[in-house]
T-cell receptor, first 114, second 112 residues
Framework: DTGVSQDPRHKITKRGQNVTFRCDPI?????LYWYRQTLGQGPEFLTY????????KSRLLSDRFSAERPKGSFSTLEIQRTEQGDSAMYLC????????????FGPGTRLLVL | AQTVTQSQPEMSVQEAETVTLSCTYD???????LFWYKQPPSRQMILVIR??????QNATENRFSVNFQKAAKSFSLKISDSQLGDAAMYFC?????????FGTGTRLQVFP
């Protein structure tokens, strides 16, 4: 049973560049979540998908952020025109069908914007 | 608004001893789910234990157990027979409309 995987694990970029992260959920899970975690804080919800439909987006998700899950399997999170404040750990989680199933997390992508 | 508060930024325990991590939350809902997650240094977050609010019985997973006090909105985690591998950040989380709301975490140190 493979867990949630994320790629890349680390990303260093310069301010103003675009970055894209990928998340592969546990294979039978139809729900996929993105969270952001800054140093010393708990994760904060960004957005989530049920299959390919994006059901909710946090107000934290500015216009520079876009997430997709085109075929209901893997998901991508893109940040355009990165800012230093975007530096954080981006966590992906997945859960099986049903609104109250446990979410299982991936290892995260740590982003540093210089 | 739903909030989760962890008032202990750091805790320490000696190996083989017992430690309790505190968590309080605020909600107007009557049916909800609570979780404790563990995040070891530079490693991914893993589920420790889950509690359904409609269940009066406290959840237990091996050395980990919770003290769920619904009226007081308290959800503490007890770790018995602490091991060096228990050292990590521990996050309390509330499941609200399909998204998790996390506390700020408690860093647990385990001394030999």
């Amino acid at each position: 049973d493979t867990g949630v995987s994320q790629d890349p694990r680390h990303k260093i970029t310069k301010r103003g560049q675009n970055v894209t992260f990928r998340c592969d959920p546990i294979s039978e899970h139809n729900r996929l979540y993105w969270y952001r975690q800054t140093l010393g804080q708990g994760p904060e919800f960004l957005t989530y998908f049920q299959n390919e439909a994006q059901l909710e987006k946090s107000r934290l998700l500015s216009d520079r952020f876009s997430a997709e899950r085109p075929k209901g399997s893997f998901s991508t999170l893109e940040i355009q025109r990165t800012e230093q404040g975007d530096s954080a750990m981006y966590l992906c989680a997945s859960s099986s069908r049903g609104p109250r199933e446990t979410q299982y997390f991936g290892p995260g992508t740590r982003l540093l914007v210089l | 608004a739903q909030t989760v508060t962890q008032s202990q930024p750091e805790m320490s325990v000696q190996e083989a001893e017992t430690v309790t991590l505190s968590c309080t939350y605020d909600t107007s809902e009557s049916d909800y789910y609570l979780f404790w997650y563990k995040q070891p240094p530079s490693r991914q977050m893993i589920l420790v234990i889950r509690q359904e609010a409609y269940k009066q019985q406290n959840a237990t997973e091996n050395r980990f157990s919770v003290n769920f006090q619904k009226a007081a909105k308290s959800f503490s985690l007890k770790i018995s027979d602490s091991q060096l591998g228990d050292a990590a950040m521990y996050f309390c989380a509330y499941l609200y409309t399909d998204k998790l709301i996390f506390g700020t975490g408690t860093r647990l140190q385990v001394f030999p």
